[in-house]
């Protein structure tokens, strides 16, 4: 199973930004798929996650609005918008698979397959 992030970059503050995932060896409509995050010195936190139908997502309470998660089951990717960047969105973002069941998206336990990141830069 590999899971490719892809997308980062330096951006302004206020500018947006998208990230993709692409994942292989799986099959891909099976999987909730997620994006953490990890800011320098902090610890990963859970950003969004959705269902493998993409009917349900579900998001970090303080990125609501901001962030957008969805997926595109025929070319097996899963996305992130992320509009009105901040500094503090500066961090490593991960792609993650799982098939656990109920809403509970932020334990990184619940995740099975980890993608190797890709650094989202804000520039203020």
């Known amino acids: 199973v590999q899971l490719q992030a892809s997308g980062g970059g330096l951006v302004q503050a206020g500018g947006s930004l998208r990230l993709s995932c692409a994942a292989s060896g799986v099959t891909f409509a099976s999987y909730r798929m997620g994006w953490y995050r990890q800011a320098p010195g902090k610890e990963r936190e859970w950003v969004a996650g959705?269902?493998?139908?993409?009917?349900?997502?579900d998001y970090a309470d303080s990125l609501k609005g901001r962030f957008i998660i969805s997926r595109d089951n025929a070319k097996n990717t899963v996305y992130l918008q992320m509009n009105s960047l901040k500094p503090e969105d500066t961090a490593v973002y991960y792609c993650?698979?799982?098939?656990?069941?109920?809403?509970?998206?932020?334990?990184?336990?619940?995740?099975?397959?980890w993608g190797q990141g890709t650094l989202v830069t804000v520039s203020s």
């Open positions: 993650t698979a799982g098939t656990f069941y109920g809403n509970n998206y932020e334990p990184r336990s619940n995740w099975r397959y």
């Open positions: 959705i269902t493998g139908t993409g009917a349900y997502t």
